[in-house]
């Protein structure tokens, strides 16, 4: 799979490379990420031998790495010069400060990482070392990057009442420049563009006398976010291209392919299908060399839409299968990194323990020599008697425990069949009710059938036996009764089967369903079919199968998740109808969880269509799951 990504980048690169010397804008792919840090630093670092020296060397290159993105170091910086501040036994003034830092360095890496738990926790621990009466401006930087991992968490409004306190207590500059900032980023996830964008233009403002060129290059991106929202699209383009060109000088190489992938983004809205390929190519080759899997879903996302535009769907579904693949990539490393941490918190742990362990014992062999000196066979005698009733008492324990596990197992175990007991007794219920309503229908069709079919044909007969002349008047009555009858019968028919599975096709029915689901909610869903011909031409039972199947999802999703972003993928290759279902949500333990009655209807269903269905869930990382379904 990873070779033929590589090919399909490599063979996209080499057909649009004579066309990128003919473009007006230059976009550059790099092997690797280019050296940033100066070798001398290195070279200082390696030699320093005092403490302040060598934390403020730490310190440069960490910042260098959080300008220029590069996550991996930002983690390995911070905690040098965590580890750096913690070995000097002696009381420095300005310990603290550089621990604050260091705090401060952490919480950036790990924020990128996206492990917010532990971003989280160094700020609170930064904030607690670094109070606002003796470290003003730290004590600041800690509470906006604090609020910076709220707003990543989507927890909006904590995340704005710590902007708003910044703003309004704040006298620093740089601070005041940040919290406006990170107020217009809120505003606009909020879609209140006309204030997001005063905020934007107050910190543009800032910025004529506080330089931050590279939060003047996010500004630039977020505007041309809004101009794209607004459908200026040329607007946002040169927002965009300012920001590629400026963002490649000053080496800032997250921003720049950020840049370049809303550049490919415009390009494709305006119709210019191999400009984006292109543009998005050459992101996606950085994206692959410097291993950003996130972004590399992103640009895979925009290339799909390309390929289904020029409707080569083979290579739709190809890159629809990356796109799942990276998606389990990205939460597989997540919980890689979480699992290595705990397992380092854990070893550090075991070694705390086998230090006091060793001192509890040494105190022990001191304080039992000095017995053994004073007190002898008093104390051998005393410890026979303390130690049979201790025995005793234990043995007594261990059997009360013993006991009582029993107990906990079998009630346990009562309410397992409690538990089961009323499951069953829930089905009952269904399949009862179930029961009532199609003898209920029954009821109403006899009725329907008796009542009206049947008198008009009682009626025809009585005539047709009673009528020995040819009587045209006659005739005629007879006639149009047996037409009446006829529309009687094709209209119950019509009332058994539902018409709107009958005169829609399926993508229009998700659609409309997707549509009403929204006006009524805070998320955001996606609906992609591809290709959207082929699957409307889907019949019934298949037809009505697959809504019911994506109705429950997205019942379960609104019910449980959390979600505020849903994405549907309706793909159909050769004979595999493959449906895709991914959210943002909290997620749930897929090995652990108990299997509901909603993905219980769901596999019935599947087994009556000889599909299947695969669940990949981690807690607080959402959802994916991918349901393949034969069709002739």
Not at 122 to 146: C, R, T, V, W, Y
Not at 284 to 309: G, H, M, P, S
Request: aromatic share 8%; with cysteine.
């Amino acid at each position: 799979m990873m070779r033929n990504r590589h090919l399909y980048i490599f063979i996209i690169l080499i057909s649009f490379s004579v066309n990128a010397q003919e473009k007006k804008d230059w976009y550059s792919a790099f092997g690797k990420t280019p050296a940033l840090v100066d070798s001398y630093l290195y070279k200082e670092l390696k030699n320093a031998k005092d403490f302040q020296t060598r934390a403020k060397l730490i310190d440069t290159i960490a910042s260098i790495h959080i300008q220029t993105g590069i996550t991996d170091s930002i983690i390995y910086y911070g905690n040098l010069l965590q580890d750096e501040v913690m070995s000097q036994k002696e009381l420095l003034l300005n310990r603290n400060l550089y621990l604050s830092k260091a705090y401060h360095i952490l919480g950036k890496g790990k924020l990128e990482k996206g492990l917010y738990d532990d971003a989280m926790k160094h700020h609170f621990d930064g904030i607690e070392i670094s109070p606002i009466e003796e470290m003003e401006k730290m004590h600041n930087l800690h509470q906006i990057a604090l609020g910076v991992v709220y707003l990543h968490q989507l927890e909006v409004e904590t995340a704005l009442s710590i902007f708003e306190t910044c703003i309004k207590n704040t006298e620093d500059k740089e601070v005041l420049l940040l919290a406006i900032k990170y107020k217009a980023d809120i505003l606009l996830f909020q879609k209140k563009t006309e204030e997001a964008k005063e905020n934007y233009k107050k910190a543009q403002e800032l910025l004529l006398t506080q330089k931050n060129i590279k939060v003047d290059l996010d500004i630039k991106i977020r505007l041309g976010r809004i101009d794209v929202f607004e459908n200026k699209l040329e607007q946002g383009l040169e927002h965009f291209i300012s920001v590629k060109d400026q963002a490649l000088k000053h080496n800032f190489y997250d921003l720049y392919i950020d840049a370049v992938i809303r550049v490919g983004i415009i390009y494709y809205r305006q119709g210019h299908l191999e400009a984006s390929q292109m543009v998005l190519s050459t992101a996606y080759a950085n994206t692959l060399q410097w291993n950003k899997l996130e972004l590399q879903r992103d640009v895979i996302k925009v290339l799909r839409n390309i390929e289904v535009a020029e409707k080569d769907y083979e290579n739709a579904y190809n890159l629809m299968t990356q796109y799942v693949s990276i998606s389990n990539q990205i939460l597989e490393n997540q919980n890689k990194v979480i699992a290595k941490e705990m397992e380092a918190k854990y070893q550090t742990l075991q070694k705390e323990k086998e230090i006091l362990s060793l001192k509890e014992e040494q105190l022990l062999k001191e304080s039992e020599i000095k017995r053994q000196r004073t007190i002898k066979k008093a104390f051998l005698i005393g410890f026979l008697v303390v130690l049979i009733p201790v025995i005793a008492l234990l043995f007594l324990y261990f059997q009360k425990l013993k006991t009582q596990i029993a107990l906990n197992k079998s009630q346990k175990e009562v309410n397992s069949q409690k538990v089961y007991g009323l499951m069953k007794d829930q089905e009952l219920n269904l399949v009862k009710a179930t029961m009532d309503g199609q003898n209920k229908e029954r009821r109403r069709l006899a009725r329907e059938l008796h009542d009206s079919i049947g008198g008009n044909l009682a009626s025809i007969k009585l005539q047709l036996s009673s009528n020995t002349s040819n009587n045209e008047s006659i005739q005629t009555k007879i006639l149009n009764q047996i037409d009446e009858t006829y529309h009687q019968v094709r209209d119950l028919s019509h009332n058994l089967a539902s018409k709107k599975f009958q005169n829609n096709g399926i993508s229009t029915l998700i659609k409309e369903y997707v549509n009403n689901i929204e006006q009524g909610s805070k998320q955001k869903i996606s609906f992609n079919p591809h290709p959207e011909e082929k699957i409307n031409e889907i019949e019934n039972p298949l037809k009505e199968e697959l809504f019911k199947i994506i109705q429950e999802l997205l019942t379960n999703t609104l019910k449980h998740a959390k979600a505020d972003q849903i994405d549907i993928y309706l793909n159909q290759y050769q004979t595999i109808l493959q449906l895709l279902f991914e959210d943002n949500g909290i997620g749930f333990n897929s090995e652990k969880m108990a299997e509901g009655i909603g993905f219980k209807n769901i596999k019935n269903r599947l087994h009556s269509l000889s599909g299947n269905m695969v669940i990949d869930s981690t807690i607080d990382r959402g959802t994916v799951i991918n349901i393949e379904i034969p069709v002739s």
